[in-house]
């Protein structure tokens, strides 16, 4: 999948020493609700806004003082951008993920990529499995 301009090259990172404090705000300013995870410039992870409210917050941690790199999900799912929309879709489907960071050939984060713009850049392989994508919002 190659990147469109949906898929921004000045993509909004985390390195995995960032606090989640920084991270929270990072979302806040962005809008972002998932943010790829890198370390020496290299994705290892995601980082979203459900792991710092329902994982940070409950166990009362600071987030100053807590680093992204304790609550980020890795392995996470992410694409390459050689990958095939199909596969990028069901994947993204089974995972039941709305966003996922897209790779290039030397792990490097080029963009995201979102099940509508998959849908809307292959709509009749995105009509072929309609009512599965309708699993990610639930």
């Given amino acids: 999948m190659r990147p469109s301009p949906a898929a ?3 993509v909004p ?12 705000r990072m979302m806040r300013d962005t809008g ?12 290892v992870g995601t980082i979203s806004d459900r792991d ?15 680093r992204v790199r304790e609550f980020m999900t890795a392995p996470a799912l992410c694409c390459r951008v050689d990958d095939d929309p199909e596969s990028i879709l ?3 489907v089974d995972a039941k993920l709305d966003t996922i960071p897209l790779l290039d050939a030397r ?4 963009g995201m990529v979102t099940v509508d713009q998959i849908r809307r850049a292959h709509s009749v392989f995105a009509d ?3 009512s599965h994508i309708n699993v990610i919002a639930a």
């Fill in 8 to 10: 921004s090259q000045d």
């Fill in 13 to 24: 990172c985390l390195r995995h020493l960032d606090t989640l404090e920084a991270a929270a």
């Fill in 32 to 43: 972002a609700r998932v943010l790829p995870v890198t370390q020496d410039g290299k994705f």
């Fill in 52 to 66: 710092i409210v329902i994982r940070m917050v409950a166990e009362g941690l600071d987030g100053w003082l807590t």
């Fill in 90 to 92: 069901l994947a993204m």
């Fill in 107 to 110: 792990d490097r984060v080029v």
């Fill in 128 to 130: 072929e499995i309609g």
